[in-house]
């Protein structure tokens, strides 16, 4: 017999606001990445989203008063941990990236070449644009819209829900399907399982900013960063596919990583969302 109280009113209406912050934030992306479109300056894209990234902000606030939670549960408010979260998901996203790298050259699926004489203003300007497109993603998925999901459906559901749209996001702008559903999903997983063990946006921004520019650095964007790749791919290597199964591997471990330090349960306390960020 199927239990009603999974299908609440109230849980309805949740899941729609959601679904229509989700919506109006592609809007207001899709509206900042217009307006820079005529931009020809390296630039045009860190300009798409510092304009994106303010839009979204106002639809947190606006969103979070709808849903009657405060902007302090969302984690856009840094609290005493923002720095030290932010510093250690870093360095967890660069090690995870540094670790799909190294399982790719010992299976021969890659050779990477160092890039001499780099200019350092070209890989600050990468730094940033990772952290710009991270945060935005973070304040889409991982802010208002898991907080007001976990508080109507459960962390279990809303983490659910967040990765399908995660997913939904990536395929919508090109990634190969199977990429999506494994990168994007594993990935989801990963920072929406941080953001909801920390009560904020710190430790996810950090692993996701850091994974980024680590795969940039590395060659695996399709284009040469600090390394370049002169053999191989870094996702579709052969079958069956061992640059997507150790992209799944590292990613797994971080899960394992993040489930063994801070427990398994989920905290929800005063206190915790004092800690927000």
């Given at each position: 017999?199927?239990?009603k109280?999974?299908f609440?009113?109230g849980?309805?209406t949740?899941?729609?606001?959601v679904?229509?912050?989700y919506?109006l ?6 509206a900042?990445t ?5 931009i020809?300056?390296?630039?045009k894209?860190h300009l798409?989203f ?10 947190i606030v606006l969103?979070?008063?709808m849903g009657?939670i405060t ?8 609290g ?9 998901g870093?360095?967890?996203?660069l090690?995870m990236?540094?670790?799909q790298a190294?399982i ?5 699926q890659?050779?990477?070449?160092l ?12 730094i940033?644009l ?5 945060l935005?993603?973070e304040l ?13 459906v459960g962390p279990?559901?809303a ?20 990429t ?7 990935g989801g ?8 063990k920390?009560?904020g946006l ?6 996701h900013s ?8 590395l060659?695996f964007k399709g284009?040469?960063g600090?390394w370049r790749?002169l053999?191989?791919d ?7 596919y ?13 899960l ?9 349960n989920i905290?929800d306390?005063?206190?915790a969302?004092?800690e927000?960020?």
């Amino acid at each position: 017999m199927v239990n009603k109280k999974h299908f609440r009113p109230g849980q309805i209406t949740t899941v729609g606001r959601v679904l229509l912050f989700y919506i109006l934030c592609s809007l207001s992306f899709i509206a900042a990445t217009a307006f820079t479109n005529h931009i020809t300056t390296g630039i045009k894209d860190h300009l798409s989203f510092v304009l994106a990234v303010p839009a979204t902000l106002l639809l947190i606030v606006l969103f979070a008063r709808m849903g009657k939670i405060t902007l302090r549960s969302t984690g856009v408010i840094p609290g005493k941990a923002t720095a030290a979260r932010f510093f250690c998901g870093y360095l967890v996203g660069l090690s995870m990236a540094a670790g799909q790298a190294l399982i790719l050259i010992s299976f021969g699926q890659v050779h990477l070449a160092l890039i001499p004489h780099q200019a350092i203003i070209r890989v600050m300007l990468f730094i940033i644009l990772f952290l710009l497109a991270a945060l935005r993603e973070e304040l889409v998925f991982r802010s208002y819209a898991l907080t007001d999901l976990r508080v109507s459906v459960g962390p279990v559901c809303a983490l659910a829900i967040i990765t399908i749209l995660f997913i939904l996001e990536h395929i919508a702008a090109g990634e190969p399907l199977i990429t999506a559903i494994v990168g994007s999903g594993m990935g989801g997983l990963l920072f929406g399982y941080a953001a909801l063990k920390t009560r904020g946006l710190a430790l996810p921004l950090g692993i996701h900013s850091a994974w980024n520019f680590g795969q940039w650095m590395l060659g695996f964007k399709g284009m040469p960063g600090i390394w370049r790749v002169l053999s191989g791919d870094a996702h579709n290597n052969g079958t069956p596919y061992i640059g997507l199964a150790a992209f799944a591997l590292v990613m797994a471990l971080g899960l394992f990583g993040f489930h063994l330090f801070y427990g398994k349960n989920i905290p929800d306390s005063p206190a915790a969302k004092d800690e927000a960020a």
